[in-house]
């Protein structure tokens, strides 16, 4: 078999936030790194973020701190985040934004020439740093550019399809070039996975086609487990209209900058739907909601920004009774409450992805909106100050890494989760490199099964087209494991998931290796099954309603589910298996801070 | 409101290929990467093609439809008439790798060759302090997407592929204008835009201006200060003299 | 180092001009655009020719140029002795055969020729460097503005302070022209108009210039300790935006004037004089 071989110390596979940070980490901690990423440099998942980066710099609300920040998260999540994540989180996150400062990274500045920061769903104070709604482009941009500039190996449109190991864990990697369809394999004591999250397994969601599960499913295989897995994010506000663009997000700063959502008769509907749990921190009536946005001592937040599974539930519930937009969404307005110079300077993406794709002016009329599935807090499970995964030389961060944001994700901690954990777990790899003396030679005949696996779909004649298949998978999860679930549909839905799994074995691709489309889907497809079907497994376990779980059979939150993990891992039948796991037990003085009244 | 149209798409690699003939359906709201992708799904599974977000945001959906660089996803079919013929073809600056999908490493090896951002030192606290009006310029060049319509569209390396060694396209020299007006950064890269990156190439005759689709003022905000600022540096005595005897310290 | 898959295919080598590379899209047509990319070259083409042609009668032509109190753009300020009256000190007594507006012209003429935007319309339209966006130029062979004679395009910023002085001398020709014919002030005709009006666009044009943006302010990195210079630059790019216009405006606003004192010159309109 023809095979390009590499050698490196660490393999970063992802070219994201996470990606990018974890290679440059392990870079300066000396390593010899490598990146490997499906797509070009620079287009990775993480361009799609447009709110900010959640970080207490405090530099405009002198209140806030790594306290505030943690104790917002952990609500946000439920209480199930793991706390020693949540802590370093909200430590660490604001030295995190400023030396993006130093690779040349431009916020947008505070009256006083400080990085500004915005008002986002969940957060006490305003916390984002931001550039417009662009910030996810300004956070890969920058770390791209470092990346470049310090001269460190990426392998772009380059594909991994499995993790080598042996007995003492991890020592390489195998995939193959988009481009050519040609094998590569990377020597390597240490892999960090950065390969972001699983949302092509759905049919609304505003991930990309690069969300195909891969980070957990090579995890999986390799031997460690997954975390959380039934909690996946609807983000309140997707687009709905034209049926192309659906599911594209919709940034949470709309809100955070003053928009607010309405039903078809004009009613602004959240404040029927402010959980007990968040009473007491939001407002009551529409007049107070509206002066907090000046006034934050004195005022409670508004009922649009509670966490986003809150939301997208509201939204759920009002379309479902009848009080949606003709296109089955809410009205999301802003334009009869900004003008329309402020929205175009403070949303200038919004505006020309509305304009461009809908032919809808948000600085005069209301966007329609509604849930898409956009991020899956569930992934591989890692120690918390150093992601690594239970496999020696396995490191995760950032969406493909679990526990963190427990049952619901803050919007904005996502992309200071991938600063904060890709720079530990690039320093972890390259520490446990270091001490990996003799190098494992990678043995043939594991190479040459990896290579045969991924050319069976070629063998096949008459098999099923890959497209059919993901399209069936992408509407199996849509309508039996979305937002709101129940134990019969996600019965059916494993049964399906079982159907699928036979039709996927016998897949065949038209064409040859060269850059072809239709194969590489192929080769994506048992990710994404395997992935749905841990997300169905543990959430027909979970038989409670919390953060991005919500189950018709079991409304409510259960205090003993509160205390329990579920860990899928792989079962000698190569199918998921579930076990519950106790959730660790937070220190005493960081239980204090939930204590506290907020000030 | 589903309709039939008419699509020509370049197939073929790098030793030879041609306009292919297909009728697909269209449906209300849909973009050209929409009816691309109906392609893959039904005509022509391994029809190659490069895409991520779909949304205008990371820029790899870039091709030229009838004859104009464009992303397909941002290019809605109501732009055309049902009863026309769209044609789609890959990026022509660029060798192609496979059908609509062009090498385009040229980038990165212009990329890679940029003098790094060099930042002055922080203030006491630990903070860089800057106002939100010297960003501004900056700025406008970061929400490049990198969807290279500019450098394909650019006729100092479409049309002369031997300009590629000496010219980094216009793509870059928005970068470099974006590093020489950062408020941070302390390296001069004026000479190595006149002199490494082939600024004198270019013309001004703004075709980049009018393909990008981040509406970025390259040529107006970006190139022509770069080249005014050159002129400081190389061409203009009385700056030069005012520079060598102090009166004209850059700020 | 960032790489993509290696390739076995064969080097890339130059094409010549206007023809595709080997390894790019095997694409014979010069360009798939579909719409009429040529008509705003041809439209280019034609009103810098007739300006052109317009210019070089009326310049080599020295004579009509003066109708007391107005003076042709071409030909001011007045060297010659041919400007009866005292509209203007004489300057400069060369010898009468050749046209004071041989002297004059260099400057403006210069001015537009390294103007950014005059270069678009030229280098596209007559040099068709690209005729239109992503339609093929002729040309084997292509070095911009990197060598001999092109490099002198750098010079635009010195044409552009002479063209300064020009604005001024201009100006102060619109305001003699509040005279009437014996030189008595607080009058005023349609004349005075034109060459107000002339004079006015032809200061948009020089200060929407990018030189003079760069001088103002753009060679700035700090803008927030410069505050009164940032004024200026935010001014001068609100005009620049419209750079194009006032080129165009004020190219025609020259040859109006001019035309207009031609007219009255030679007696085949009176001036309509207000008061």
Not at chain 1, 207 to 218: A, I, P, R, V
Not at chain 1, 429 to 456: F, K, N, Y
Not at chain 2, 91 to 120: G, H, W
Request: charged content about 25%.
């Amino acid at each position: 078999m023809e095979l390009e071989k590499h050698e490196y110390d660490v393999v970063v596979v992802g070219a994201g936030g996470a990606g990018l940070r974890a290679a440059i980490e392990a870079h300066d901690s000396g390593a010899r790194t490598a990146v490997v990423c499906k797509s070009l440099l620079g287009k990775a998942h993480t361009v799609m973020a447009e709110g900010g980066i959640a970080a207490a710099m405090a530099n405009l609300y002198p209140e806030d701190n790594w306290r505030v920040h943690f104790r917002d998260t952990m609500r946000g999540g439920k209480m199930l985040n793991h706390w020693r994540m949540a802590q370093l989180h909200a430590q660490e996150a604001p030295d995190r934004v400023r030396e993006l400062e130093d690779w040349g990274a431009l916020f947008d500045r505070t009256p006083d020439g400080l990085i500004s920061q915005r008002d986002f769903g969940g957060h006490r104070y305003a916390r984002l740093a931001h550039v417009g709604d662009r910030t996810g482009l300004e956070l890969i941009r920058t770390l791209q550019q470092r990346t470049v500039a310090l001269g460190i190996d990426v392998y772009m449109e380059c594909t991994v399809t499995r993790l080598l190991t042996d007995e003492d864990g991890i020592i390489g990697a195998f995939g193959y070039w988009r481009e050519s369809g040609r094998f590569v394999a990377w020597q390597a004591p240490s892999v960090v996975l950065a390969t972001g999250g699983i949302g092509k397994s759905y049919k609304v969601t505003s991930n990309s086609w690069e969300y195909t599960g891969d980070g957990h499913s090579l995890a999986l295989q390799a031997g460690a487990t997954l975390v959380n897995m039934e909690f996946v994010q609807f983000h309140p506000t997707g687009m709905v209209w034209p049926p192309s663009v659906r599911g594209i997000l919709v940034t949470e700063s709309v809100r955070g900058d003053g928009g607010i959502l309405k039903n078809s008769a004009g009613n602004r509907f959240m404040f029927d739907y402010i959980p007990d749990f968040f009473r007491k921190e939001t407002a009551e009536t529409e007049a107070e909601a509206d002066r907090w946005y000046d006034d934050k001592k004195n005022n409670r937040r508004p009922p649009e920004l509670l966490p986003r599974d809150e939301v997208a539930r509201a939204i759920n519930s009002e379309v479902k009774a009848g009080r949606g937009t003709p296109h089955g969404g809410v009205y999301l307005d802003i334009a009869s409450r900004r003008s329309p110079e402020y929205i175009r300077k403070r949303l200038p993406s919004m505006y020309h992805q509305f304009r461009e794709l809908a032919e809808v002016d948000i600085t005069a009329e209301p966007m329609e909106v509604g849930p898409t599935c956009h991020y899956v807090m569930g992934g591989v499970e890692v120690d918390p100050d150093t992601e690594a995964a239970r496999v020696p030389g396995l490191y995760a961060a950032g969406e493909v890494a679990g526990g963190m944001h427990g049952s619901n994700r803050l919007g904005g901690n996502s992309l200071s989760d991938l600063l904060v954990f890709g720079r530990r777990a690039g320093q972890a790899a390259a520490e446990h490199a270091h001490g990996c003396a003799g190098r494992i030679e990678l043995p043939d005949d594991a190479l040459a099964e990896a290579g045969r696996a991924a050319l069976a779909p070629f063998e096949r004649e008459g098999g099923e087209n890959p497209y059919t298949v993901q399209h069936d998978l992408q509407q199996t999860m849509h309508d039996l494991v979305g937002i709101i679930r129940t134990a019969p549909e996600m019965e059916l839905a494993l049964e399906r998931i079982a159907a699928l799994k036979e039709r996927v074995a016998n897949l065949s691709v038209e064409g040859h290796r060269q850059y072809n489309p239709g194969w590489h889907l192929a080769l994506d497809l048992p990710h994404m099954l395997i992935v749905s079907e841990c997300i169905a497994r543990a959430a027909l376990e979970r038989e409670e309603s919390r953060g991005g779980h919500t189950r018709d059979d079991f409304p409510g939150p259960d205090p003993g589910w509160g205390k329990t993990n579920l860990i899928c891992s792989s079962a000698s039948d190569g199918g998921v298996a579930i076990g519950h796991q106790p959730l660790p037990q937070m220190p005493a003085e960081l239980a204090e801070i939930f204590e506290e009244t907020p000030s | 409101m589903t309709y039939d149209a008419a699509f020509r798409v370049w197939r073929g690699d790098a030793e030879g290929g041609d306009l292919r003939d297909f009728t697909v359906a269209v449906n209300e709201g849909e973009v050209v990467l929409d009816v691309i992708h109906r392609l893959q799904a039904t005509q022509a599974g391994d029809l190659a093609v490069r895409w991520n977000c779909k949304a205008g945001k990371c820029g790899s959906c870039s091709a030229e439809i009838n004859g104009r660089p464009r992303l397909m996803c941002m290019t809605r079919m109501s732009t055309f008439g049902e009863d026309e013929t769209v044609t789609v073809t890959p990026l022509r600056a660029f060798p192609v790798i496979r059908d609509l999908v062009t090498d385009v490493s040229f980038n990165y090896e212009k990329a890679a060759q940029i003098p790094a951002f060099t930042p002055r030192s922080r203030e006491k606290d630990g903070n860089h302090r800057m106002q939100q009006i010297d960003v501004e310029r900056s700025q406008e060049f970061r929400k490049c997407i990198e969807c290279f319509l500019c450098q394909d569209t650019c006729h100092v390396i479409r049309d002369h592929e031997e300009n590629k060694a000496s010219f980094a396209g216009p793509r870059f020299l928005i970068r470099l204008a974006e590093l020489d007006m950062h408020p941070l950064d302390v390296v001069d890269r004026r000479d190595a835009a006149q002199e490494e990156f082939g600024l004198g190439f270019c013309n001004v005759t703004k075709c980049c201006s009018e393909v990008c689709p981040e509406g970025i003022h390259l040529t107006d905000n970006g190139i022509i200060p770069l080249k005014e600022r050159v002129v400081d540096r190389k061409f203009d005595p009385l700056t030069w003299l005012g520079a060598k005897i102090g009166r004209r310290p850059r700020d | 180092m960032t790489a993509t898959a290696s390739r076995g295919t064969g080097p890339v080598t130059p094409g010549p001009g206007g023809g595709p590379a080997p390894r790019r899209a095997a694409i014979a047509a010069r360009t798939l655009r579909k719409d009429r990319w040529w008509l705003q070259p041809l439209l280019t083409v034609l009103a810098l020719l007739l300006f052109i042609v317009y210019s070089t009668f009326r310049a080599f032509q020295n004579a009509h140029y003066f109708a007391e109190p107005y003076i042709s753009p071409f030909f001011s300020p007045c060297l010659t002795t041919a400007c009866e009256g005292d509209t203007f000190p004489k300057l400069f007594t060369g010898p009468d055969w050749i046209s004071p507006a041989l002297y004059i012209l260099i400057f403006p003429l210069g001015f537009r020729l390294t103007c950014y935007y005059y270069r678009k319309a030229y280098y596209r339209s007559f040099w068709l460097s690209p005729p239109a966006c992503a339609v093929a130029e002729p040309h084997g062979r292509y070095t911009g503005e990197t060598r001999f004679p092109l490099i002198f395009q750098n010079v635009h910023r010195y044409f552009f302070y002479a063209g300064l002085v020009f604005n001024a001398i201009l100006t102060y020709d619109a305001v003699l022209a509040f005279r009437d014919e014996g030189g008595a002030w607080g009058h005023m005709g349609l004349g005075t108009l034109v060459l107000l009006a002339n004079a006015a666009l032809l200061w948009l044009y020089s200060l929407s210039c990018h030189s003079c943006r760069h001088i103002v302010g753009g060679r700035l990195n700090n803008f927030s300790r410069h505050p009164l210079r940032y004024r200026f630059w935010t001014v001068v790019s609100r005009l620049n935006a419209n750079h194009m216009k006032f080129a165009w405006a004020s190219l025609f606003s020259v040859a109006f004037a001019d035309f207009y004192v031609f007219m009255v010159a030679t007696d085949t309109i009176s001036d309509l004089r207000f008061f």
